[in-house]
């Protein structure tokens, strides 16, 4: 039998590597620096901190004081109510003897009105806190002089339908003031802004 040769095959280690042509063979770039450079390294360890001022006890003494002016005014719109549920009118008795004072001043309401407006609305001395409170509580005062303007120039009457009528409209507009009366003084008591309804978009109007 011939002996058939055995034929080693050595290959070496480049031999087995694939070649590449040579525009495949460049380096591949390298990515830029995603690390944001433009801001110092402080910001990237500071935290963010806030700090909360409470409103001074002079804002809110001030605010609160400014909605007993439209309180005043808007009493009477609860002669109904305090007639029929004499309960309702006890929170309001300690005013009664200030509310004599104030009507038996004359033109006290409209005195009183331009006090608010040119001392405090439109004193640049006070913060945009009171005045917005001062202004909130004019604006208030002044829709609620609209009824009594329409009752005089409507005449509804004093029986049948139209008393009925002035009655529920009285009732609506006391339940209405002292609602806004008391929303706004807590309000301000605690520091806080009060919006009441229908009068603050215009009162912040008048501010801007």
């Given at each position: 039998?011939?002996?058939?040769?055995?034929?080693?095959?050595?290959?070496?280690?480049?031999?087995?590597?694939?070649s590449?042509?040579?525009?495949?063979?460049?380096?591949?770039p390298?990515?830029?620096?995603?690390?944001p450079?433009?801001?110092?390294?402080?910001?990237?360890?500071?935290?963010?901190?806030?700090?909360?001022?409470?409103?001074?006890?002079?804002?809110?003494?001030?605010?609160?004081?400014?909605?007993?002016?439209?309180?005043?005014?808007?009493?009477r719109?609860?002669?109904?109510?305090?007639?029929?549920?004499?309960?309702?009118?006890?929170?309001?008795?300690p005013?009664?003897?200030?509310?004599?004072?104030y009507?038996?001043?004359?033109?006290?309401?409209?005195?009183?009105f331009?006090?608010?407006?040119?001392?405090?609305?439109?004193?640049p001395?006070?913060?945009?806190?009171?005045?917005f409170?001062?202004?909130?509580?004019?604006?208030?005062?002044?829709?609620?002089?609209?009824?009594?303007?329409?009752?005089?120039?409507?005449?509804?009457?004093?029986?049948?339908?139209?008393?009925?009528?002035?009655?529920l409209?009285?009732?609506?507009?006391?339940?209405?003031?002292?609602?806004?009366?008391?929303y706004?003084?807590?309000?301000?008591i605690?520091?806080k802004?009060?919006?009441?309804?229908?009068?603050?978009?215009?009162?912040?109007?008048?501010?801007?």
């Open positions: 039998m011939a002996a058939v040769p055995i034929i080693r095959l050595s290959l070496s280690s480049h031999q087995l590597k694939p590449l042509p040579s525009k495949f063979r460049q380096p591949f390298r990515l830029p620096n995603l690390r450079t433009h801001l110092p390294k402080s910001t990237a360890t500071s935290r963010i901190s806030c700090s909360y001022t409470p409103t001074p006890a002079t804002d809110r003494l001030i605010s609160a004081a400014s909605y007993f002016f439209p309180l005043f005014n808007g009493l719109y609860g002669g109904f109510l305090f007639n029929q549920y004499p309960i309702l009118a006890v929170p309001f008795k005013l009664f003897p200030i509310l004599s004072l009507h038996s001043i004359p033109s006290a309401s409209f005195i009183s331009f006090a608010l407006y040119l001392g405090i609305v439109r004193n001395s006070f913060s945009r806190y009171v005045r409170n001062a202004l909130q509580a004019l604006v208030l005062d002044v829709l609620l002089a609209v009824p009594a303007l329409l009752q005089n120039i409507l005449s509804p009457g004093r029986s049948g339908l139209g008393l009925k009528f002035t009655i409209m009285y009732n609506a507009l006391f339940v209405f003031v002292a609602g806004c009366f008391i706004g003084l807590v309000s301000s605690l520091g802004t009060p919006y009441l309804p229908f009068v603050a978009e215009a009162a912040g109007r008048q501010l801007d």
